[in-house]
């Protein structure tokens, strides 16, 4: 039955017999009509203020498959009683005429109606003449009607389980102020031709449906990891850094390593670690008064130091390699700000970006992954102001309980990685790396004696993963991510603390 059919039989019935009472009395073609359907015709009609309606919920009564038998066959009471002939029934007799269930069932309760009792030598024996199975009659009256007048009596059967009730939904309709027996096809569109034809004005409109649910979007979908990364980027912004400019995937080893204090013979350095370019596989687009002290400060020495003391090479410093972190742009942004203009002026610089490392993909490692960096360089600071701006920026990212451990790094000194005390997993793990930057690397990069930079690294994947909660890697990033995961996944929020008390 369609939708169509069900609403012209609503309106025809209308217009015959002034209003529905209940919509359980529809026939179409003789079947009753189904609820949903016909939910579905009365809804559009209303919302063409053809008719209204209401909704009228109540009980309906049933019986169940005992309450069915017994409302054929009759109450195990009324067989007990008719099968004890008029002079009477040995008591052992009884289950083979009634069943065993009758019997058992039956036998006590026509006792109690005292429709029965015992003779002479033990027989069963009839009391009376005749019966009324009123068990019976109720539950014709239910299976006819539904119901039953007396309350305490459809609570009786119902404990008795004879019978139950449904709840059933009917509907009563009345006209609305737009009643009439022809449903004229509704225009959805206003169009240039109704306008041009002014067609328009005897049109009837389909009405909005502002409760229809819009339809999604299907793209601008931003990653997890861009998520998180944008909540990074505030709490940094909020601290005053400035962002760096991490655009550019390729560097020279003289930006990514030399020019950190990293020697030439680091194993780092080696092709099993670092993803060197074939084509062009070599760049010396590097300062070379800069270049000159690296040199000197790693083969001799210099700004305190004793250096490493071997042959440093520039064809090395030159060999294009994808930046295995983004401290190579903090190298050359602390450049940078050595040769500003009027000179060294402090800053807070932060990155957030891709770093390439050539590494045996597995669970939680790729080949690449994003770095989250922090540097800060003034006069005089401490490893104290280290501890306390990681703190500080551990805290407004939700992470409060951080503990430090000495660490190395070529460039760094003091170095120290960051734990975190994980609830969930219930240990110290490593979150983050930092450190001071060694005067072997500010030296030759141009700044102040007197300046120093303190600075720290972290993995933006992890916090993503754990915030996401992503446990293999490979489903975050690459061939094996599912896109429906990215449009699907919410909105971070790090629980991070704002305002003052920071
Ligand atoms: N560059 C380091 C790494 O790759 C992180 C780091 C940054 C360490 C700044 C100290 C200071 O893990």
Redesign the pocket.
Known sequence: VSTDDLAQLVLNTIDRDGAIASSADLRFQGQPVENQALHGALSSLERREMITYETIEFDKWVLTAEGADIEANGSHEAKVFNAVPADGLAIGDLAKKVGAESAKIGQGKAFKNKWIGKGKNGQLVRLVASIRDVTQEDLATIKKTHAHPDAKVLAELKKRKLCDKEKVTHYRVAKGPHFSTVIVKQATDLTVDMLLSGSWQNLDFKKYNFDALGQEPSGGHLHPLMKVREEFRQIFFEMGFEEMPTNRYVESSFWNFDALFQPQQHPARDMHDTFFLKNPATSNRFPKACMEQVKQVHSTGGFGSIGYGYDWKEEEAEKLLLR????AV?SNMLYKLAHQEGGFTPAKYFSIDR?FRNETVDATHLAEFH?V?G?IADVGLTLGDLIGFINVFCQKMGVTNIRFKPAY?P??EP?MEIFSYHQGLGKWVEI????M?RPEMLGPLGLPDNVRVI???LSLERPTMIKYGIDNIRELLGHKCDLEMIQKNPICRLDKKMGREN
Do not use: D, L, M, P
């Open positions: 295995t972190h983004t401290t903090s770093v770095q960096e540097v790094n460039y760094t170095s983050g790396n930092s450190g930057f600075a720290w690294g």
